[in-house]
């Protein structure tokens, strides 16, 4: 999906299909690993053919980087992609009980709003941990 020539670690990046909120049809997505869409990044793929287009994001209320159905043109909001991307490409973080590192994801619920996740730790069960973004 990700152009030859793209000047970019394709390590770096994921890439993936989903649903259109809008047309329901399947469409690419790129996302930064650990990173956000909305950077210096979001520009520099949005010059190389790949879904990434200047769009006006209704939520910030201003213009970012965003990734765009290749069917219909509809932005498919960076919340979500990003959310979709920490489903498929979980950090890992220190487990506060045992130490080990365990996948982190975010909280479903209120929590993720501001920023809380948990691990499933195999010895202590859920444990609930700050966002390892920074976010």
């Known amino acids: 999906m990700l152009p030859d020539d793209l000047p970019v670690d394709r390590q770096k990046l994921l890439t993936w299909e ?3 909120w809008q047309c329901g049809e399947q469409t690419p997505v790129v996302w930064p690993r650990g990173d956000h869409l909305d950077t210096p990044l979001g520009d520099i793929l ?3 053919e790949t879904p990434v287009e200047r769009v006006y994001s209704n939520t910030l209320g201003k213009e970012v980087w965003g990734n765009v159905c290749q069917n219909c043109d509809s932005y498919q909001g960076n919340h979500f992609i990003q959310q979709e991307a920490l489903e498929i490409d979980p950090p890992l973080v220190d487990c506060p009980r045992c130490g080990d590192e365990h996948e982190w994801s ?3 619920g209120m929590g993720g709003a501001f920023g809380q996740g948990w691990v499933s730790c195999p010895e202590y069960g859920e444990i ?5 973004r920074g976010e």
């Open 106 to 108: 975010p909280d479903q």
């Open 18 to 20: 989903t649903d259109c």
């Open 128 to 132: 609930p941990v700050g966002d390892p």
């Open 46 to 48: 949005a010059n190389y």
